[in-house]
């Protein structure tokens, strides 16, 4: 029975769902808190169950549409119970525990009230970015599941429901075992997909839009958008419909790279653009970078290559900067956790530890009388006196604020403007030569962060 299992990250039939390098979401093919209830052990799909952790219990399903017709079965249930919106599930899910964080979560990725009644039937573009949401959250990552196998997971519960016959997933999203390449294969596709010359992105049809693509749209003409910038190389965005944060995180970067306001919005002129065709790598530097006589620190170059990448959610996926800061945990703030990776990996010390402000009384920094290309930036939230904070790297300021490099804002690396009157103090590695202090005079090309921790 183990053969039918599958490694959705590759798209490989596993062996063995017991592999704990992989979410129980993905390798047992259930999408969350479905939980070995006596009800399932007659529902479609199900194959047995096995203890996670002690007290807990996960259901294995035999693939990923029949884990989300039990999951739609488990909302028909709570229906039952007259547990509707939102918040009630998610509370539900909780089991009586607090799940506010989960809770908040959600609410920011789907872009709706918690009071949104989740409708199973008449309503499936909400119904399907709850379920994706949730579904996210259970695995600490986005599920490598498309819109189309969840949605076909709907139409089995709902058939189940009706009394009709259970049809098998769609062969297209269960392919036989032989059909599936070599793992050698796979990378040089990938490689060779990324490498296509620049015709190619040219190859698909003109991109018309009818209307200006923002955070939290959806639909078909989301998806166009998203094809069009993984064709440039954007290889982060997944073609789901849904314009989200590494969706919009891209069109941010892309437009920077063109020299366009980066507000994340897909409008005319981002669409001109995208239709000229030119791939990551092979666009005309951007306007308002720091002056070429500004030498750029080691730390700061280092901060440069990671704009635009996201956290998997709830300050997660944070592995890579925790080992290179040698501070912090999944799941901390991780704003000082990415400027110590970035001084650490570059040979320069850093404070160790995650809380923004350690820079400010830290002996191996020193405050500066003015700022510096790539100086860390300490700002304080709440109050002054309150030790909580944010910290950044400066690149410059303008009549609007001060501009830097920073992470954990709106969950991601990215370059923002940030208020004047909330900076404590600039701060400079003693480990690194002295720098020349000068305010960089830079254009508004950089949004504000929504959020900043």
């Not at 009071?115 to 309503?123: C, N, P, V």
């Not at 959250?137 to 139409?155: K, M, N, V």
């Not at 830079?442 to 962060?449: C, H, L, P, Q």
């Amino acid at each position: 029975m183990a053969d039918r299992f599958r490694s959705l990250t590759g798209g490989y039939f596993s062996a063995n769902p017991d592999d704990k390098s992989l979410p129980v979401t993905i390798r047992f093919n259930n999408p969350g808190a479905i939980n070995g209830a006596s009800w399932q052990h007659s529902y479609p799909g199900y194959v047995g169950e096995k203890e996670t952790t002690p007290g807990n219990r996960s259901t294995i399903v035999a693939s990923p549409e029949e884990g989300v017709a039990m999951w739609w079965e488990l909302m028909r249930r709570y229906r039952s119970s007259n547990v509707v919106t939102m918040a009630q599930i998610i509370n539900r899910y909780g089991g009586g525990q607090d799940y506010s964080r989960y809770l908040a979560q959600v609410r920011v990725w789907t872009k709706l009230p918690t009071s949104t009644e989740i409708k199973l039937y008449g309503d499936d573009d909400v119904l399907l970015g709850f379920a994706k949401a949730m579904f996210r959250y259970e695995a600490g990552r986005t599920l490598p599941w498309s819109d189309e196998q969840i949605r076909f997971g709907f139409d089995l519960a709902r058939n189940h429901a009706a009394g009709k016959p259970q049809a098998a997933p769609a062969p297209a999203t269960v392919p036989p075992p032989s059909s599936h390449p070599s793992v050698l294969q796979t990378i040089l596709s990938a490689i060779g997909s990324y490498f296509l010359p620049k015709a190619a992105a040219a190859a698909e049809p003109p991109l018309k839009l009818t209307r200006v693509i923002k955070f939290g749209s959806s639909g078909d003409d989301v998806k166009a958008v998203q094809r069009r910038l993984i064709a440039l190389g954007y290889n982060d965005v997944v073609v789901d419909g849904i314009f989200g944060p590494v969706c919009q995180a891209a069109v941010r970067k892309f437009q920077t790279a063109c020299n366009l306001d980066p507000d994340g919005e897909v409008g005319d002129l981002t669409v001109m653009e995208l239709n000229k065709g030119k791939r990551l790598g092979t666009l005309d530097p951007p306007l308002n970078q720091p002056p070429a006589t500004a030498t750029k620190p080691a730390w700061y170059a280092q901060a440069e290559k990671w704009i635009g990448w996201h956290e998997t959610g709830e300050n997660r996926g944070l592995e890579t900067f925790i080992k290179g800061a040698h501070c912090g945990q999944e799941g901390d703030p991780w704003c000082a956790i990415f400027a110590n990776y970035c001084l650490e990996t570059s040979g320069f010390k850093g404070t160790k530890s995650a809380a923004a402000r350690s820079f400010e009384t830290h002996p191996e920094f020193t405050k500066l009388k003015l700022p510096a290309l790539g100086c860390i930036v300490t700002m304080w939230r709440g109050s002054k006196s309150s030790g909580q904070g944010h910290v950044f790297l400066y690149d410059g300021e303008n009549s609007s604020g001060v501009r830097g490099i920073g992470a954990n804002e709106d969950d991601q690396v990215k370059r923002s403007i940030h208020d004047r009157s909330r900076i404590v103090g600039y701060y400079w590695p003693k480990s690194a030569p002295a720098p020349k202090e000068a305010v960089i005079a830079v254009g508004d090309n950089a949004g504000r962060a929504t959020s900043e921790f």
